[in-house]
């Protein structure tokens, strides 16, 4: 099991647990890349991405990258997620000591195009929508405006309410390796050399022979890698790559995209990567750009004010990345069938939409939480932690309604 590393978050405001949760997960990034260097895939590497445990639906990029922190910070294979209130209405009972991991919560904004920092009332009708919208100064932006606190599956007991995970079952990696290359959004030539690499003017994919690979894990670990850079070309998500390597940052941000591509697209079509070796393949260039970009990024991150939310919008790139492969390559090339969590990975949820923007500023403004939200507000991991039973925290809830 992964050692703890998350932090507890009780008494602090939705913008401090974002705060801390988002650097706990870029720290636990840049470690895991400068201790295992391409091997730091291994400890990301789940039988499904975090699903909501009751819907069954997805989550959104940036939420997904946090949990799958959560997931490696708890040593967790289940992947279902749930509120403390969620669970509770399905008979759930989170086991004393446990403690909840903070998710943003997005919400539909109403926003003026001109003054896009004047506070506007804010539509509560689908009518009272249609007619602000109306309004050509007016338009609908997803904003961050507060955090819900989740629960996995491992953490609770009488969990047999929740969706079953029986779906979730390995799929063989030579069966993996012909599929992405049948379905690769550019041609993947398999050569006799010691270097995989994307060239984006010839639109190509270099990379070596399988047997020269330690298992068919790593090939395709590396092959995923390169598909995520293929991604950014003109014709597809249209990425900035030309001149990277003048621009440490820039080049950092991009192996960085590419990194959690690999991870998310192997997570979406259940390839399991917690035996891939070293990738001594990369070209030289990706080699140095791997053993380094944790030291690139840290002093990236020295100058920002929220390295961590930087970090999750490389995860938002990321995210459309493996959505490109799965949707626009693997779906029409290979059919739903091909990979078993193929058809759960496309199940979407309202959180996936409302994070598509991704770099929204936190709404610090409590008033914008209804009265359930403010109730599973304070049915955090504090509670938990400290042994209250389940019943009376939302007892107390519903006394200070």
């Not at 014709?235 to 030309?242: G, I, T």
Request: hydrophobic share 35%; aromatic share 8%.
């Amino acid at each position: 099991m992964a050692k703890r590393t998350y932090g507890k978050y009780s008494g602090k405001n939705p913008t401090e647990k974002l705060t801390d949760a988002r650097q706990a997960l870029f720290d636990a990034l840049l470690a895991d890349m400068e201790r295992e260097g391409s091997r730091w895939v291994k400890e990301w590497s789940f039988p499904h991405p975090p699903m909501n445990g009751v819907t069954g639906k997805g989550y959104g990029p940036r939420n997904t990258a946090m949990l799958m922190y959560a997931m490696r910070d708890g040593g967790f294979r289940d992947p279902r997620f749930a509120t403390f209130k969620m669970a509770s209405d399905k008979g759930c009972h989170i086991i004393k000591g446990s403690h909840g991991y903070p998710i943003e919560r997005w919400k539909r904004m109403l926003v003026s195009k001109s003054d896009p920092s004047a506070r506007l009332k804010q539509p509560k009708t689908q009518e009272e929508w249609d007619i602000a919208l109306a309004n050509p100064d007016y338009k609908a932006e997803p904003r961050c405006v507060g955090t819900f606190t989740v629960f996995n599956a491992e953490q609770m007991e009488n969990t047999e309410n929740l969706i079953s995970v029986e779906c979730f079952k390995p799929i063989e990696p030579d069966r993996v390796a012909d599929g992405l290359v049948k379905a690769s959004p550019c041609p993947v030539i398999e050569t006799p050399n010691d270097e995989a690499f994307y060239l984006p003017g010839a639109d190509k994919i270099y990379v070596p022979q399988r047997n020269q690979f330690t298992n068919v894990e790593s090939f395709c670990r590396t092959l995923l890698h390169e598909m995520g850079h293929s991604t950014g070309h003109p014709s597809r998500l249209d990425r900035e790559q030309c001149g990277l390597k003048q621009n440490r940052q820039k080049y950092a941000f991009e192996e960085l995209i590419a990194e959690l591509s690999s991870v998310f697209t192997a997570n979406a079509i259940g390839l399991d990567l917690r035996g891939v070796d070293e990738d001594k393949p990369l070209s030289g260039d990706e080699v140095d750009a791997m053993s380094n970009s944790a030291a690139y990024l840290k002093g990236w991150a020295s100058q920002l004010k929220d390295p961590g939310g930087e970090l999750l919008k490389a995860a938002t790139r990321a995210s459309k990345a493996t959505d490109y492969l799965v949707k626009d390559c693997f779906t029409p090339s290979l059919g739903k069938e091909y990979f078993k969590s193929m058809e759960l990975a496309n199940e979407t949820v309202v959180e996936t939409d409302m994070e598509q923007g991704g770099e929204f500023e936190i709404e610090q403004d409590g008033s914008e939480f209804s009265l359930d939200e403010l109730c599973e507000a304070k049915c955090d991991e504090a509670d938990i932690a400290n042994g209250d039973d389940c019943a009376a925290i939302l007892m107390r809830c519903e006394e200070g309604r």
